[in-house]
């Protein structure tokens, strides 16, 4: 349930006066903890990692948004979003490291300015039923082998615009600018993102597309880029919800291109307050490695004690040939085993929102 305040008592040392008189904040967040149980192959005898991890923080977070009308139809729009417990050792910020912006909204749609989803993030994300847990679909989704594309992210320095919602349709571009001066001899490494969305009654469609230029890495192959696209199916039969993801991502390296596909299929099912939950998720092999595929199985239940706390249970587990170098939970980097082996968890918590 969100709180709307006239004015913030916890944010009153951020806010001018005659801000605090105009705009309406709204304070949202999520609180998910859980201990988990994670079997972890290392790849060096003895040192495999099977470890019962207690208080583990699948992405919380609280936020503050808010509006301002201008008059004319339009209005400023802002938000605030933080991860809680963020550790400071990140390159991330600590405060504000999730969306976070300022912009504009009227008629012709909203333009925002600030750290925010990509377009080819948002296309999907209601197709992950585990999303922010050990078996997010991201292990595989928009996770590239050795992490030479990681297309299902946040990006700081964007510029995006999100169009009205046309019985339905809508659509998102987004322009990642440059955070750091250009380096000789290399381009700068900016990034373009669109998707297109239909959600009108049981049926959701998607297509996005997500290009990075200038690609980090060494001199040789920083001026090369890698890119991304796919699309999304999900259909609601009654109390199930089915839900399809294909995904090409190339990775464009001085040498060659090489390429790889994936699929994702998941499957809700909802019985009173209980939703049983099963994906599958397949990245196969790239063009440049016919071992470098990778497998992620998991299966779940939810107990929605009311409509903001539920208890919830998972178990995902993660087969990779012996090239294959993916991670798994709440964004592919919680759990990751050593380039050719497995990992598994068994996920146990409580989530609240508010």
């Known amino acids: 349930?969100?709180?709307?305040?006239?004015?913030?008592?916890?944010?009153?040392?951020?806010?001018?006066?005659?801000?605090?008189?105009?705009?309406?904040?709204?304070?949202?967040?999520?609180?998910?903890?859980?201990?988990?149980?994670?079997?972890?192959?290392?790849?060096?005898?003895?040192?495999?990692?099977?470890?019962?991890?207690t208080g583990v923080n699948h992405t919380s977070y609280i936020g503050f948004k808010g509006t301002e009308d201008l008059g004319g139809g339009m209005k400023a729009v802002w938000q605030v979003e933080s991860e809680v417990g963020k550790l400071a050792a990140t390159t991330d910020p600590v405060f504000a490291n999730r969306n976070t912006f300022v912009g504009l909204a009227g008629g012709f749609g909203e333009v925002r300015l600030g750290r925010h989803d990509t377009p080819y993030k948002m296309a999907t994300g209601g197709l992950d039923p585990f999303g922010d847990s050990v078996g997010d679909y991201n292990a595989i989704i928009g996770s590239y082998d050795g992490g030479a594309g990681k297309f299902d992210t946040r990006a700081a320095a964007t510029v995006a615009y999100i169009s009205p919602n046309f019985n339905g349709l809508t659509a998102a571009v987004a322009y990642i600018g440059v955070q750091n001066p250009e380096t000789a001899g290399q381009d700068n490494?900016?990034?373009?993102?669109?998707?297109?969305?239909?959600?009108?009654?049981?049926l959701f469609a998607s297509v996005a597309y997500e290009v990075y230029n200038g690609a980090a890495g060494a001199a040789s192959t920083a001026n090369k880029s890698h890119d991304a696209w796919k699309v999304g199916l999900g259909y609601k039969f009654g109390d199930t919800k089915v839900g399809v993801v294909y995904e090409n991502i190339e990775n464009d390296t001085a040498a060659s291109a090489t390429s790889r596909d994936a699929w994702y299929l998941s499957l809700a099912h909802t019985m009173g307050p209980m939703v049983l939950k099963a994906a599958y998720g397949k990245a196969n092999e790239s063009d440049a490695n016919a071992s470098d595929d990778a497998t992620l199985w998991t299966v779940g239940v939810d107990y929605n004690m009311s409509k903001r706390t539920t208890l919830y249970a998972v178990y995902a587990d993660l087969s990779q040939g012996t090239g294959g170098d993916y991670g798994m939970g709440d964004g592919g980097k919680l759990y990751t085993p050593a380039t050719g082996k497995d990992a598994s968890a068994f996920s146990v918590g409580i989530k609240h929102t508010f």
Request: net charge negative; hydrophobic share 50%; glycine share 6%.
């Open 1 to 53: 349930m969100k709180k709307s305040l006239i004015a913030l008592a916890a944010l009153s040392a951020f806010a001018a006066p005659a801000f605090a008189a105009t705009s309406n904040v709204d304070v949202y967040g999520k609180l998910s903890f859980a201990v988990d149980y994670a079997d972890v192959d290392n790849g060096v005898a003895g040192a495999d990692k099977s470890d019962l991890v």
């Open 189 to 202: 490494k900016d990034a373009w993102s669109a998707a297109a969305m239909y959600d009108n009654g049981p």
